[in-house]
């Protein structure tokens, strides 16, 4: 049992890195409906931003500050500049605008600051609490409680401000939102402004359990991709448990199912949430979209 | 739709069992490797191997060497999920150019030609070709990866170029020798390592019980093969769980907490950096305290540094000198290296081992070009490579570069030191002698 | 889109015509490296062929196209390991492995749609080198198998220009039965589901029949590309046939023009190419160049080369035909392709 709870603990500190990470990818979904394949990479660069400046002898909360302010303003800027040349093309055009952006940003990272792991701060302390035997790391308990104050913001904000209403319209359905006389324009801007930051909070977050490298979030964004498609890419709570779902299975799995082998964990990992979608094709909390017709 | 629903279940299902089923009917073989593994004779070594392997095969024996230069190939990952290893080929772009401002080698400057492969193996073909075709390079030094070496060997071999000290450390360079007379390793192999750190156990903890972490690559499994080899007998009975990692995952942690519930009192960590720091450290966080023993492509000072706790009397092994390490700061090879990499490494950083590893190795390829003499040949660099007895200012003391036609030994490095780290002095201290761990 | 075909003969046979130029001639041109080259371009092409038909056709968003590019690379792999088969004898068993797959994985994938369909795919492509990594073996690991470069049975021929020829037909014939099928019936009834499912379910086509076959011969295509891979690398490792393999395709798939039929060689010239010319503008950053270099080409041709191709011959038709200038600006540009592709999202919106 205490095992059992060992592995729980391990699987959603894990998953936690996932949802922070997930929370960016629903949060572009929801301003713009694009799947921005360089999320990932964004967050890293900001994230080596953070870094050069807490090296260059800066106090962690505002170097943690001003990087999210220029996350906030590369966002809006890429949108502005690259993304909206091309926003009335197809979405695929724009998906692959996003891969180019992403070879960019990992490439420009490992020529600026190299490729050898760096070290990062945590802003939470490096204990860890002993619960009946089980061993509670607090830089996951940090991670944890971060991605679900991020999440009950965005859930606030979406639902409750009119910015949030305003950027919603945008995302859904434009020439209405237009109509209405919404900025459409900016909010998208707007939309890829705050990606970028929820983006940068996560690399910050995770970047002490990871390390820092310009590859960082490669494998990371597969799992956050799927922890966000499992909860459904409508919801901010659904991205989170998407996530911790996606850790903790693939913690039991490795574990439990000996007869398949750690060496197939992801395999199966991918399998259980195909599976999960078979059932549920909008995600667990995904609703059904109303067909037109 | 709804009928295709349900059929859905059972195919994945079966899907996933049809895989793990073939995977587990077939756990011991490998088509390349004789069953037994590193104990085995070499399969391939040919009837005739009383006579020295020649590399003899190119029509023109001299292509890509003038009497002022000698083109030297090499691939390497530039881009993609491997790039880290870049460092190496740059740093022996900044050696080379500090050769040719010494007046090269006999006399000869060397034009360093290196391309970016991403690690795949199709593209090292195609970069491959381009430097032997297009740029007519005298030799293949150096390139990156087990993968995308093999993909190449039978081209070059074919075509009589040598792929001369291969930056990887699979065995099969050595074993295979006779049969690719135009290849050669440089680097101990991984199961040469192991295998000295199986000795140590059995000498030092012979009731141990054993868990090793390693990544699901050749790299891994090598590790895993060569320490089965050094516990011998006692192998099934002390490794009590083997525990792999996909190099995608983000955090190990999970495999650590699995290990940790085994019981086992030693820890065997083969894994790149990143993923070593976080096993080191999550071992710490679970407040298991095994013997941890991490593997040499780990041990530089920033990894151990970011496995904080965890990484003290962590026991590793090492043949190159550390140049972060400060017992080396004054050392006159460390002093030189650290010079030259600020002259023509526009800015790299020094303590990267991959800027050393490629100094020790560019060095090793000078050598053997100095050695082979005045009329450089394909067939006379591979010959001088096959029998060498150098002693690297740039490896432990101790510990030489050796080959040999007439002895079989083609593997050129097969010594390590054991070390041990020390958070308190944020540094390795060797300890006992240098160990051998040939693998025939 | 169907009007396309219709109005197609004259120019498909013209383009046939260049297609026989571009066989024919390069490796008389160039040096084998620049075949081997060449070769590649020409898996490429049959590769991104198949995800077109899916993607493209059937507007069912893969991400995992390199899963069945590495099914039919290993297929043909083992059984010229282990069966001492003859290369040419593997490909038909390679393609059928891997459509057989498609069409299997098509079953689930058929209640998906979009984002959720890509990432169904996308786990497919993971997935799949770990599974060869552990079917030690069948695929010898990670160690992969080392294969014997086929020789060129034409005394006159090298290996080099023997395979490309080989691989130029192979593409030829899938090319040419690509077109048939999908100016047919089967062809009308993909793209009609692409453009409204429910439309096309109340037209009474089967849906599921037709979203399967789409992805069981889009597997197909994608597996013969692997498996001629196999023997002109003469190497199968799990390394081959990483995500980026499949991300790539989508790359080549965009770049070229989605939907079209010259789009996939276009984009598989771009894949093969860009990367070594990339590096030669940057030696420490390719991917820099890489990355900013497809940005522009989405810039310039939102809709592909083919569909810009397109877009300016109408326009410049449009004026020559008009000669008024004012009008010319407003002529007839068409959106045949940007409008009809695939939309990446769940549900049809609201």
Redesign the interface.
């Known amino acids: 049992m205490r095992?059992f709870a060992?592995?729980l603990?391990?699987?959603l500190?894990?998953g936690a890195?996932?949802a922070s990470l997930a929370l960016a990818l629903v949060l572009i979904y929801q301003s713009t409906e694009v799947v921005n394949f360089a999320q990932g990479e964004m967050a890293m660069f900001s994230t080596f931003i953070a870094w050069e400046l807490i090296d260059k002898g800066m106090p962690f909360w505002a170097a943690f500050a001003l990087t999210l302010a220029l996350a906030f303003f590369g966002g809006v800027t890429i949108e502005r500049v690259i993304i909206r040349p091309v926003e009335k093309a197809s979405v695929l055009t724009i998906v692959i605008v996003t891969v180019g952006l992403l070879?960019i940003f990992n490439?420009l990272a490992?020529g600026i600051w190299?490729?050898?792991?760096?070290?990062f701060p945590s802003p939470f302390p490096?204990g860890?609490w002993?619960v009946s035997g089980v061993?509670i790391?607090q830089q996951s308990v940090g991670v944890f409680g971060v991605a679900l104050l991020v999440m009950a913001l965005l859930a606030v904000f979406f639902r409750f401000t009119a910015l949030g209403l305003a950027m919603r319209a945008t995302a859904m359905n434009r020439e209405p939102a237009e109509l209405m006389g919404i900025h459409t324009t900016w909010m998208l801007a707007l939309g890829w402004g705050l990606a970028a930051v929820v983006g940068a909070t996560a690399g910050v977050l995770?970047a002490p359990?990871?390390?820092l490298?310009?590859?960082?979030m490669?494998?990371?964004l597969?799992?956050a991709f799927a922890g966000a498609t499992l909860g459904g890419f409508e919801s901010p709570g659904g991205a989170v448990l998407g996530g911790l779902l996606v850790g903790v299975a693939?913690?039991m799995i490795?574990?439990y199912v000996s007869?398949?082998?750690?060496?197939?964990s992801?395999?199966?990992a991918m399998?259980i949430i195909?599976?999960v979608l078979?059932?549920k094709p909008t995600g667990l909390f995904g609703q059904a979209a109303a067909r037109r017709v | 739709?709804r009928g295709?629903?349900w059929?859905?279940?059972p195919?994945?299902i079966a899907?996933?069992l049809l895989?793990?089923a073939?995977?587990?009917?077939?756990?011991s073989?490998?088509?390349?490797?004789a069953p037994g593994g590193a104990t085995a004779p070499a399969a391939s070594s040919s009837p005739s191997a009383a006579a020295a392997p020649q590399c003899n095969k190119a029509p023109n024996q001299t292509e890509g060497v003038t009497a002022t230069e000698i083109s030297i190939g090499n691939t390497d990952a530039?881009?993609?999920?491997a790039?880290?290893y870049?460092?190496i080929a740059k740093a022996e772009d900044a050696y080379f150019k500090w050769v040719n401002d010494q007046g090269g080698v006999n006399g000869r400057k060397i034009k360093f030609t290196?391309?970016?492969d991403?690690?795949?193996?199709?593209?090292t073909?195609?970069?491959t070709?381009?430097l032997?075709?297009?740029d007519h390079v005298f030799a293949d030094f150096n390139p990156l990866?087990?993968?995308?070496n093999?993909?190449i060997?039978?081209?070059l071999n074919d075509r009589g170029v040598p792929q001369i000290f291969v930056a990887t450390g699979?065995a099969?360079w050595a074993l295979d020798h006779p049969k690719y007379p135009c290849t050669i390793g440089w680097q101990p192999n991984y199961q040469s390592e192991a295998i000295i750190y199986g000795k140590y156990l059995l000498a030092n903890r012979p009731d141990a019980k054993v868990a090793v972490l390693f990544q699901?690559?050749?790299y891994g499994?090598d590790y895993l093969k060569g320490l089965k080899a050094g516990l011998g007998a006692k192998a099934s009975q002390m490794i009590v769980k083997e525990?792999?990692?996909?190099?995608?995952?983000?955090?190990v942690?999970?495999?650590?907490?699995?290990l940790?519930?085994t019981g086992a009192d030693v820890f065997i960590v083969v894994a790149t950096?990143?993923f070593a720091?976080?096993a080191m450290k999550a071992a710490a966080?679970?407040?298991w305290k095994p013997l941890i023993i991490d593997n040499s492509v780990s041990v530089d000072l920033?990894?151990m540094?970011?496995a904080?706790a965890g990484a003290d009397g962590v026991i590793s092994a090492a043949y190159l000198k550390d140049p972060s390490d400060p017992a080396w700061a004054s050392d006159a090879t460390v002093v030189q290296y650290k010079d030259i990499l600020a002259k023509y490494g526009s800015g790299a950083?020094p303590n990267?081992v991959?800027n050393f590893y490629g100094f020790a190795v560019a060095d090793t390829l000078v050598q053997a070009i100095k050695q082979a003499g005045q009329d450089l040949t394909r067939e006379g660099l591979m010959k001088a490579a096959d029998n060498m007895n150098y002693t690297s200012p740039y490896l432990l003391p101790g510990i030489t570069i050796h080959t040999s036609d007439a002895q079989k030994d083609w593997a050129p490095i097969e010594e390590m030191q054991l070390e041990k780290y020390s958070v308190a002095k944020g540094s390795w201290e060797r300890f006992g002698q240098v160990l051998e761990g040939a693998v025939r | 889109m169907g009007g396309i075909w219709q109005r197609a003969h004259v120019p498909s046979l013209a383009w046939l015509g260049v297609a026989l130029l571009l066989i024919i001639f390069p490796p008389w041109l160039a040096?084998?490296?620049r075949i081997?080259?060449f070769t590649?371009v020409v898996i490429y092409l049959i590769a991104i062929l198949g995800l077109n038909i899916v993607t493209g056709y059937n507007g069912q968003f893969s991400l995992g196209h390199g899963a069945f590019f590495a099914v039919g690379a290993y297929v043909t792999g083992a059984l010229m390991?282990?069966a001492g088969a003859p290369y040419w004898a593997t490909i038909p068993l390679a393609g059928l492995t891997a459509g057989v797959v498609g069409f299997?994985f098509a079953?689930?994938a058929?209640?998906l749609s979009g984002l959720y369909l890509a990432l169904a795919t996308l786990a497919l492509a993971?997935s799949v080198p770990?599974?060869l990594?552990?079917?030690?073996?069948?695929t010898?690991?990670?160690?992969?198998?080392?294969l014997t470069?086929p020789h060129s049975p034409i005394g006159a021929l090298t290996s080099d220009q023997w395979l490309f020829y080989f691989t130029a037909v192979v593409a030829l014939a899938l090319y040419i039965a690509a077109w048939v099928v999908l100016r047919s019936s089967v062809g009308r009834a993909f793209v009609a589901i692409r453009d409204n499912e429910v439309a096309a379910e109340a037209a009474g086509i089967p849906?599921?029949r037709f979203k399967t076959l789409a992805f069981g011969m889009s597997a197909f295509y994608a597996g013969v590309a692997g498996s001629l891979?196999a023997f002109v690398?003469?190497?199968v490792?799990?390394?081959?046939f990483?995500f980026?393999?499949s991300l790539n395709l989508v790359v080549g798939m965009v770049v070229g023009g989605t939907g079209t039929i010259v789009g996939p060689a276009l984009g598989a010239v771009f894949i093969e190419f860009l990367?070594?010319y990339s590096?030669d503008v940057s030696?420490?950053a390719?991917?820099v160049v890489?990355g900013v270099v497809l940005v522009l080409f989405m810039y310039l041709m939102p809709t592909g080369v083919a569909g810009f191709v397109a877009t300016a011959g109408r326009k410049a038709l449009s004026l020559v035909r008009r000669r008024t200038a004012d009008h010319a600006a407003a002529g007839p540009v068409t959106p045949t392709l940007a409008d009809q592709e695939p939309r990446a999202g769940p549900g049809e919106g609201g």
């Open positions: 095992e060992q592995l603990i391990a699987g500190s894990t890195i996932y070879l490439n490992g190299g490729f050898q792991l760096k070290t490096s860890t002993q061993v790391s995770v359990i990871v390390f490298d310009p590859n960082m490669q494998g990371l597969l799992f693939q913690a490795g574990n007869f398949i082998g750690t060496d197939l992801l395999t199966v399998a195909v599976l078979v059932f | 739709m295709y629903r059929l859905t279940v195919v994945v899907g996933v895989a793990a073939c995977g587990s009917s077939s756990k073989t490998t088509p390349t490797q530039y881009s993609g999920p790039s880290a870049a460092v290196s391309l970016d991403s690690y795949s193996p199709p593209k073909v195609e970069q070709r381009a032997v075709e297009q990866g087990t993968p995308p093999t993909a060997r039978q081209y699979a099969t699901n690559d050749d499994k525990e792999s990692y996909e190099t995608s995952e983000p955090d942690s999970p495999h650590v907490t699995t940790k519930n950096p990143k720091a976080q966080q679970l407040d920033n990894t540094k970011a904080g950083d990267n991959f | 040096g084998g490296y081997f080259q590649f390991f282990h299997l079953i689930p058929l209640r993971i770990q599974i990594k552990k079917w030690e073996s069948v010898g690991g990670v160690q992969g198998l080392v470069k849906i599921a891979s690398v003469a190497y490792a799990p390394d081959s990483d980026l393999l990367p070594s590096q030696r420490a390719p991917g890489e």
